[in-house]
């Protein structure tokens, strides 16, 4: 507490000095009291500051005995992370999908007012932990041989406090040692230091971002397979047998190393040595046909699942804050599966948006900061010469990044080709930029920036989904911010069902509610499209039924129908394409005999 005499005599005696150096003087002097005041303070009430521990290195000796924890992604990308993982020679674990219990654990052992995923996310590693304790594990042997890796970023949000917070809730929780190690999602491809236990270094990047693309589209296909099975349960059977093939196929995979002699000489050379490599590593993965071919079995075995397109449902497209969208458990209330029993088909998020957004943020502050570094001002108008330096500087940064995202956009395109380019594009980002830019400034960081607004507007406009559900976390700074724009923006575009949720751990019936009554309004516009698509083709639903059963190819969810300009549902899309498919089988009209007519 400040002292009443303290606060009067600061706030009463007026600066009376003349000089610049007598006035300076004193509000060093004023400072300094002030600080000391601060740290008596400080003392009196015994506050412990929490400060970053330094951490026991995980070292490469370490790297056959002790296990690696990591999770909060959905299944499918984390079976595969696991196998990468596997191939290069480490112990992995998977943490559960966090639940309630987790996030109370997350409450009871972190820092007050954090935005629910750092509650999930660390109350669920310090449950794991807990539970290795009470199966006869002595702590010390957890400490010893466990670590947890995730993601870490510096961002203006708490995601830049996630590493603080994990240390500090395993401290309270009594796990105080517990290594956990972070790779900087932001910090290119090589983050390797030499005698780190985990290399973060091309090979590890390569092999993760093929797991997270290909766990991407094959989450994408399970969920537009589900609401149409015909016999339930087939598409979780087939995925479940897609996931063990991958997984080994990732398992086995053999990173490419420069071998026999000529690899001998292309490393020996100064010039060239580590380049080499690296370049060999790089065309691997883009010439390499391995993952693609191992989608396409997994592709021909999915094909055996039937589906009846015909079923009206509502497209809801998700979007939101990264993990609440992502997260397949009580972090998002269980929303994918609520949806589909409610009748809904789930339009997922790919992970892969994420990285191009990230390529394309790195681009544009790249492009803003073009001749000023971190500690440098611009150049004086007059030094051409080192203004000249920093812009080429900045274009090959640009081209640097360029290059990352057709890279990125083409593998992802191979991936998606190998299953029938059933799972959706990724999206255009310098598109969403425009669409999101007026709404929402694309240089405002934190979250999913303005992203939330443009792919609400992106996805109702182009006529991809009935409905936008925004999952975002309690506490939430960047989704608070873009709520406030999400009302101008539905303003704007009447005939957007947009519901924004925000998810906080509890109070799950009353979010299922909300959901409810909005996709009341969702399958009312998705009825009415199939009404008005039935009118136009002067069919019957039974008609085109009866036709997709004659024609198996039609039941194939592999099967490409073409998207229809105006129409959103998969059943309207599917009556329309089937009309022309029979029309095109229809025998030709007799001819009309000469001279009839006008
Ligand atoms: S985006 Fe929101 S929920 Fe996610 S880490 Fe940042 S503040 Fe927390």
């Avoid at 693309?213 to 609401?227: A, C, E, I, K, T």
């Amino acid at each position: 507490m400040i002292s009443a005499d303290e606060t009067a005599r600061h706030e009463n005696v007026p600066l009376r000095l003349t000089s610049r150096d007598a006035i300076e003087q004193e509000v060093r002097k004023r400072v300094d009291e002030e600080r000391r005041r601060l740290e008596r303070q400080s003392h009196a009430r015994d506050r412990v500051h929490f400060h970053r521990p330094v951490e026991r290195p995980f070292t490469a000796a370490e790297r056959h005995n002790v296990t690696i924890l990591f999770g909060g992604l959905t299944w499918k990308h984390e079976w595969l992370i696991r196998s990468a993982f596997e191939s290069a020679g480490y112990k992995v674990e998977l943490l559960p999908t966090p639940d309630v219990a987790g996030f109370q654990l997350g409450k009871e052992y972190g820092n007050n007012g954090q935005c629910n995923p750092t509650y999930f996310t660390v109350g669920n590693l310090v449950q794991f932990l807990q539970g290795l304790e009470a199966e006869g594990m002595s702590r010390q042997d957890i400490i010893d041989k466990y670590i947890f890796v995730t993601a870490g970023a510096c961002g203006p949000c708490r995601f830049g406090m996630y590493e603080a917070e994990y240390r500090l809730a395993l401290r309270n929780s009594g796990f105080d040692g517990f290594r956990v190690l972070l790779f900087q999602q932001s910090g290119g491809f090589n983050q390797a230091g030499e005698a780190d236990g985990l290399e973060m270094n091309v090979d590890f990047f390569l092999a993760f971002l093929n797991a997270l693309n290909m766990g991407d589209v094959l989450n994408d296909v399970g969920y537009q397979m589900r609401p149409f099975e015909i016999e339930e349960g087939a598409t979780d059977r087939a995925m479940a047998q897609a996931m063990e093939d991958l997984k080994e196929v990732l398992r086995t995979h053999r990173n490419q190393r420069l071998d026999g002699r000529m690899g001998a000489f292309l490393t020996s050379l100064p010039a060239v040595g580590g380049m080499a490599e690296k370049a060999g590593k790089f065309a691997d993965a883009l010439l390499g046909k391995e993952y693609p071919e191992a989608l396409r079995q997994v592709g021909d075995n999915l094909r055996a699942v039937r589906i009846d397109r015909t079923r009206v449902k509502p497209i809801v497209k998700i979007t939101g804050e990264f993990w609440a969208q992502t997260t397949e458990g009580d972090g998002n209330y269980r929303m994918f599966p609520f949806l589909e029993r409610e009748g809904a088909q789930v339009l997922v998020e790919p992970i892969g948006t994420w990285i191009m957004y990230m390529i394309h943020q790195a681009k544009q502050a790249n492009t803003d900061r073009a001749g000023v570094s971190e500690d440098e001002a611009m150049p004086a108008a007059w030094r051409i010469d080192k203004r000249m330096a920093a812009d080429l500087q900045a274009r090959k940064k640009n081209a640097a990044l360029s290059v990352a995202e057709a890279v990125f956009t083409r593998e992802w395109n191979r991936l998606r080709e190998a299953l029938g380019n059933i799972p959706h594009e990724l999206t255009d980002q310098y598109e969403l930029q425009r669409i999101g830019h007026p709404m929402y400034n694309s240089r405002a960081g934190g979250g999913e920036g303005h992203l939330e607004v443009a792919k609400n507007i992106y996805y109702s406009n182009k006529d991809m989904c009935h409905m936008v559900l925004s999952l975002k976390p309690f506490g939430c700074m960047p989704s608070t911010q873009s709520d406030g724009v999400q009302s101008a923006v539905v303003n704007q575009y009447k005939d957007m069902i947009y519901l924004p949720v925000e998810t906080s751990g509890e109070g799950e019936i009353n979010a299922h509610s909300r959901v409810q009554m909005a996709l009341g309004e969702a399958k009312v516009k998705a009825r009415e499209e199939m009404e008005r698509v039935l009118e136009q083709t002067g069919r019957t639903l039974d008609e085109v039924r009866e036709y997709a059963e004659e024609h198996s190819e039609l039941q194939d969810p592999l099967y490409k129908v073409p998207h229809a300009k105006g129409v959103i549902g998969t059943a309207a899309t599917f009556v329309l394409h089937v009309d022309d498919l029979m029309s095109k089988d229809a025998p030709a009209t007799a001819a009309v005999p000469a001279g009839a007519g006008a």
